[in-house]
């Protein structure tokens, strides 16, 4: 049965089927073939899939950050991190990843946080000197920063088929994102001083205490929706419906950016893209549910026990095969199909679950900045306009950094465990 499973999907994937139709195939095809179970029990694990309270943080977190990115939040975060960081050598690139982190704790999305960002800051970091490809690289890594600082929407998924704590998953990802930042932001001040790239002058109190009182509103919104998280205020999904009613709030009748009648768009926006990712996630836990059904996961265990001994040997592997299928098929799919098979393997091995989930989420990171099926290259290669091989070209240096980040996050569980392990265990 596995390897008939296998094959039919590689034949489907190479034959270009969406992945949601592919585990929809695979297991009506399995049921067929291989039980009594009759078809109709697909729609009721339809059902069952999406019958999740937290998954109603998922289209809250995406509304909140189409409103984010229509409105002006993005430039106000933009202005107070240039005018703490803008007069150090690189420090408008600094001020384009510190802006990345700041976003990227209120939106929860990787493509939301390029576009809210990149529309500002790469023609910024252009008409400063810093060079069209580097700008568009260093944007585009940065934005990825959007799954790995939470609230991230990759993780909320990851603690629905892994069953694992929605809050410590988020606070796990808080080190390895800002690890990821400060990497970032030191590669850019090497380069900026090897290439002599301008600064302006340094900003002064008056001017750093005018962008923090612009941009006040904005910079509670992390506060607002991780605060309430950990103190227990509320659930992570009540934060996602607190941060959409903030954000409009502070959009509409404070800074008054979005109108009423770009409700419409905004949410339309949302909804077609909440529909296609609950839609791929009703069909992985269908496709879960066989598999779990025909024990395959305790098969596999078997069989990868067998023949690697060591735990750190299996996450070297598993680092690998998700390089390669980020070639061929979209990361978070990946992660929702391969994650659940490795449940009973990771238990075996003693490897923490949050941690797992961390290194699958910085996986399905680096997924979303590698073509062919790189997201994150496409939002930007539309936002700017210019060609997938451009953008492509301009991310390549910074992948060895992400490479970097991601080994020392997968072999140093602490990076990853040490404040859910402090707080919240």
């Given at each position: 049965?596995?390897?008939?499973?296998?094959?039919?999907?590689?034949?489907?994937?190479?034959?270009?089927?969406?992945?949601?139709?592919?585990?929809?195939?695979?297991?009506?095809?399995?049921?067929?073939?291989?039980?009594?179970?009759?078809?109709?029990?697909?729609?009721?694990?339809?059902?069952?899939?999406?019958?999740?309270?937290?998954?109603?943080?998922?289209?809250?977190?995406?509304?909140?950050?189409?409103?984010?990115?229509?409105?002006?939040?993005?430039?106000?975060?933009?202005?107070?991190?240039?005018?703490?960081?803008?007069?150090?050598?690189?420090?408008?690139?600094?001020?384009?990843?510190?802006?990345?982190?700041?976003?990227?704790?209120?939106?929860?999305?990787?493509?939301?946080?390029?576009?809210?960002?990149?529309?500002?800051?790469?023609?910024?970091?252009?008409?400063?000197?810093?060079?069209?490809?580097?700008?568009?690289?260093?944007?585009?890594?940065?934005?990825?920063?959007?799954?790995?600082?939470?609230?991230?929407?990759?993780?909320?998924?990851?603690?629905?088929?892994?069953?694992?704590?929605?809050?410590?998953?988020?606070?796990?990802?808080?080190?390895?994102?800002?690890?990821?930042?400060?990497?970032?932001?030191?590669?850019?001040?090497?380069?900026?001083?090897?290439k002599g790239w301008k600064i302006k002058q340094r900003s002064s109190l008056s001017d750093i205490y005018t962008a923090f009182k612009e941009g006040f509103w904005a910079l509670m919104l992390p506060l607002v929706v991780l605060g309430g998280i950990y103190s227990g205020l509320f659930t992570p999904t009540e934060a996602a419906a607190v941060s959409v009613v903030y954000a409009l709030v502070i959009e509409i009748f404070l800074y008054k950016q979005l109108k009423i009648r770009d409700i419409t768009q905004v949410c339309e926006q949302a909804t077609i893209l909440s529909s296609c990712l609950l839609f791929i996630l009703s069909c992985a836990m269908t496709f879960l549910w066989l598999l779990t059904a025909q024990q395959i996961p305790h098969q596999l265990a078997d069989l990868i026990m067998t023949h690697i001994q060591s735990p750190w040997l299996f996450l070297l592997c598993v680092n690998l095969l998700f390089l390669v299928l980020g070639c061929f098929m979209d990361d978070v799919s990946a992660m929702l199909i391969l994650a659940p098979l490795f449940y009973e393997t990771l238990n075996r091995y003693q490897i923490d679950l949050v941690h797992f989930g961390i290194v699958m989420v910085l996986n399905i990171q680096m997924g979303m900045l590698t073509p062919p099926f790189g997201l994150n290259l496409f939002v930007s290669s539309g936002l700017t306009g210019k060609s997938l091989a451009t953008v492509a070209r301009g991310v390549m240096p910074f992948l060895g950094i992400m490479l970097f980040c991601l080994l020392l996050v997968t072999y140093i569980p602490s990076i990853s465990l040490v404040l859910p392990d402090l707080l919240l265990r």
């Open positions: 049965m596995i390897l008939l499973l296998c094959a039919c999907f590689l034949v489907m994937l190479l034959a270009g089927m969406p992945i949601g139709m592919i585990l929809v195939g695979i297991t009506m095809l399995s049921l067929t073939l291989f039980t009594s179970t009759p078809l109709h029990i697909i729609t009721q694990q339809f059902f069952n899939a999406l019958d999740k309270f937290v998954l109603l943080a998922v289209p809250f977190f995406i509304l909140a950050g189409s409103i984010m990115t229509h409105g002006s939040i993005a430039k106000r975060l933009i202005n107070f991190v240039n005018s703490l960081v803008g007069w150090v050598p690189g420090g408008l690139g600094m001020a384009g990843i510190l802006a990345c982190i700041f976003f990227a704790a209120i939106s929860g999305s990787s493509p939301a946080t390029v576009v809210a960002i990149g529309s500002i800051m790469v023609p910024a970091l252009v008409k400063a000197g810093y060079g069209e490809r580097f700008s568009i690289g260093l944007i585009t890594v940065s934005g990825s920063l959007g799954i790995v600082i939470p609230p991230s929407i990759p993780m909320i998924l990851y603690c629905l088929i892994m069953n694992v704590s929605v809050a410590e998953m988020f606070m796990a990802g808080i080190l390895p994102g800002l690890l990821i930042g400060l990497c970032l932001m030191v590669y850019t001040f090497l380069l900026a001083r090897k």
